[in-house]
Every structure is written in C-alpha cells, then in structure tokens.
C-alpha cells in the first residue's frame, strides 16, 4: 500500500483487504463486494493481545505454552441462562470468555431475551453488565417493566463509544456483557461511521480480546440484511465463538432460535419460545405447540417428525391439490424447499402414475417452521395424494422417510427417537421405512408400518 494513504478497500462479505478496488475479491471470490473505508490506525506492537485467566497467554512480556494435560475444566467455566431451550442450543449454557453473536429481524425479540437471559443472570448472583446504544435508559426501563422485577447486580449503560465502554468493563469486571448493537459502536481513531466494514471489524475485535482476556462472556446483537444474514463484513461470524439466529414471523407467537455456528456445542440444536405480553416464554413441548388447532378428517393433512439436533419436533404436512384455471400449472411451497416439492411431484408422477400437470399445487408446514430434511419427503408426497383424492389420512397416523429419484423410500436417521416421540403423543399408527423398521427394537402400543416404495406407501389410501 502507498506510503500515506488513508483509504483503503475492504471486501464486504469476508473482509478481505486492498489497496485498490478489485470486481472479484480474491479471498471469497464474491463480485462488486469491495468498499472504500478509512484505513485504522495501528498500534504497537505488544499493546494488546489475549493474556487471559488461562495459560498460553501474553504475560509480562513472555509467551508460555500449555500442555493438554495442564488445562483444568469445571462446571463453573458455564453459566446458566435459566432458559432450558436456549442453554441446549448453546451446548449446555454460556461460556466464560465466550463471543456470542445474535442476529434476528427488527422487532423479533433480540432484546427482550437478552434482557430475560440478564434478569435470570443476576439473579444466579452473576455480575451483568447491559450496553445498549440504541435505546435510552429509560426505554430499557420501560422494557424491563413488561417482562417482570428485575433483582441483583446487573448495570446498565447507554453508551457507543467501545474505549469508554472498555474502561467501563475493566472498571465493572461483570461476569457477563451485552452489546447491543454492535452496529451502533465506534472506535475515534477509525474515521468511517459507526456500521462500516472497518468500525464493526475493528468493535469485534476489541470486543474478542476483551473476552478471552478476562474471562467474560459477551453477547453482541447484530442487524441483519434484507437476505437475512447478519449486517457488515462476514469476518465477524468467523471471528465470534457462537453464532444464533432468532428467526419466526411477526404475525405468529412463537420465536425459533437456532444455532449456525458453535464451538462449543452442536449447530443441530434449536430453542423454541412463544411471545407473550411478559416477554418470551420458552415452549419446551413444540411438538404439542405446533400440532394443536390441527383439523380432523381434513383431506391433504398429515403428520410428520422432523429431528433438529437430538429432538423430534412432530409438525403438519398440508398440501392443496386444485385443477388449474390456466396453461402452466402452479406450485407453492412454504416452509419447504420449493425445488424439492418440484422434484417429489415429478417422482409422483413417473413412479405413482399421477397425472398433476393439470392441477396447481400448494405445500405448506403449519406454525412457519421452515423445514427441509429429507425425512419429510414421503410426508409430503401422502399429503399431495390424500388431496388429490379428496381422502383424510387418520389423524392419529404419523408418517416420515426419505424418497429417491427411483420411487423407493430410503431409511432417516433416528427412527427410534421418533417413533417414541409419536407414541408418548398418543399416535396409533406409524408409516416408516421398512429398512428403518428392520433396525429397530420393539416398540409397544403403536403400530409400525414399513414400506419400500411410494406406490406401497399410497397403497392406503382408497381409490
């Protein structure tokens, strides 16, 4: 780079650095993602560096390696939220010295949890510190008011400036910190405005220091773009510990948190809550919350069991077959991959020996989940016959498996977990794979089905 030059070029997706625009970046290979930002200014060598509660660290001047065998871990290195549903997507609670960042839609309820999770905290006798550069005091006052009495030792703190914020923290030396948001903070000696590459680069990277140099867990809230993933370069998710997307509709109660990067437990895992006037309350049954108001007898309804992570979530399959009024035939899939519906009517078509070129058809998973295992493959295709021929499956029959190009019904993962999650629901019946069926113990009070092809699986269901 020129000697005395202020500006530089930062790709906005991975923050890959250069000295002049380029239209593909190198490092992510994205194109027209470069933007010119304030080059910061850098400090010497040795100011800062992760000297933390452990061993490996920059301390008086000398580095010291560890041996495997010389780090101790105990119980107390997590910390509880309270919340049952949040501490199994976070791999049993929240790390000491962990970076964690959460993003999620304006209004969805970021805030809100976060302000639980910090009641919760303090009430463990956990030191909390909350910093928020977008509401006032009062504000989070207000908030705090609706979600119920709020005891111990959590501060709070309107502030944007992150060298104020970091003298506050060494100051404090809280157990636990809130950001929010890290888009609203700034360092003086970076010139961009506060939500540039180089601001939200540079915060996180303070902020990271911060945390496994003292051993406090961090929370930061991110905004997120109109395609859903979180705003500013994307460095920052490779830079935090844990990544969480708060995601649901506005217009529904319930809130869906799901891990998408996590070091220190599965990103399989997701937690359901459900938005009452008090705040967010966590669901720890889903598959009771997503089946109720379901309709009986109603032609095109079934079952199915998804697995996120270690839990079975029984969620309704609906799917609406109509002739069409015009030439080409429409398709709708909601809470489903569109492209895979396409190619389950396509399998129908060729295997099942449907004629549904002249009929539109809509596929939607009730309550706005958004799935997409395989294992709701054969839910699906049921769904789509039992509309077509105007013929209610019984609504205690539970129905998951896989379908290939072929026609066959492939085995899913798990199938005993699910077949007992749809027995202690009270479902009678259980259309599986056979190959599946084959692994499996012996279960009692349900019957088991196994079928091999999509022709044997429709076979049920009268002309």
């Not at 304006?106 to 909350?130: D, H, M, W």
């Not at 540079?202 to 109109?226: C, D, R, W, Y």
């Amino acid at each position: 780079m020129a000697k005395g030059k202020t500006t530089a070029f930062f790709c906005k997706e991975c923050g890959f650095e250069s000295a002049k625009w380029l239209g593909q970046c190198p490092g992510c290979r994205e194109w027209n993602s470069f933007v010119e930002e304030p080059v910061a200014k850098s400090e010497p060598s040795g100011k800062r560096g992760i000297s933390s509660t452990g061993s490996g660290g920059v301390t008086g001047g000398k580095i010291k390696p560890s041996r495997l065998s010389e780090i101790q871990l105990d119980e107390q290195d997590r910390m509880k939220t309270g919340y049952e549903e949040l501490d199994r997507v976070l791999g049993g609670g929240v790390v000491r010295g962990s970076l964690v960042l959460v993003g999620g839609d304006p209004g969805i309820g970021k805030s809100t949890l976060l302000l639980q999770v910090c009641r919760n905290l303090a009430f463990a006798e956990k030191k909390v510190l909350y910093i928020s550069g977008e509401e006032s005091l009062k504000q989070i006052k207000l908030r705090a008011n609706r979600i119920g009495e709020v005891k111990g030792d959590l501060l709070f703190l309107c502030e944007t400036n992150l060298d104020l914020i970091e003298a506050a923290i060494q100051e404090e030396q809280p157990d636990v910190v809130i950001i929010d948001s890290i888009q609203t903070m700034f360092r003086e000696e970076i010139s961009s405005a506060p939500g540039s590459v180089s601001q939200v680069r540079e915060s996180t990277n303070l902020l990271m220091q911060i945390a496994k140099g003292k051993g406090i867990a961090i929370f930061i809230v991110g905004h997120v773009t109109k395609e859903g993933v979180v705003a500013g370069p994307r460095v920052l998710e490779h830079m935090v510990d844990t990544v969480l997307y708060f995601e649901g509709e506005r217009s529904a109660s319930y809130r869906i948190i799901r891990g998408v990067k996590n070091r220190f437990g599965s990103t399989n895992e997701i937690g359901v809550f459900e938005m009452i006037e008090s705040g967010l309350a966590e669901v720890k049954n889903p598959s009771e919350f997503m089946l109720s108001g379901r309709p009986e007898d109603a032609s095109g309804a079934v079952v199915a069991c998804s697995m996120e992570g270690t839990r079975p979530i029984m969620i309704e399959v609906q799917a609406l077959i109509t002739p069409t009024a015009f030439g080409m035939p429409r398709r709708t899939a909601a809470g489903t991959d569109y492209n895979r519906v396409n190619l389950l009517m396509a399998v129908l078509e060729k295997r099942g020996h449907y004629d549904l070129s002249h009929f539109d058809a809509y596929v939607n998973i009730t309550g706005g989940l958004r799935m997409n295992e395989p294992a709701l493959d054969l839910a699906i295709l049921m769904a789509i016959v039992s509309s077509m021929k105007d013929r209610a499956i019984d609504s205690k029959t539970i129905i998951f498996g896989e379908v290939g190009l072929s026609g066959e019904v492939r085995a899913v993962s798990m199938a005993q977990q699910r077949v007992n999650e749809a027995k202690k629901l009270g479902f009678h019946t259980c259309i599986l794979p056979r190959i599946s069926l084959d692994k499996m113990g012996a279960v009692n009070g349900i019957k088991l089905i196994g079928v091999d092809n999509v022709r044997e699986a429709i076979a049920g269901i009268s002309n």
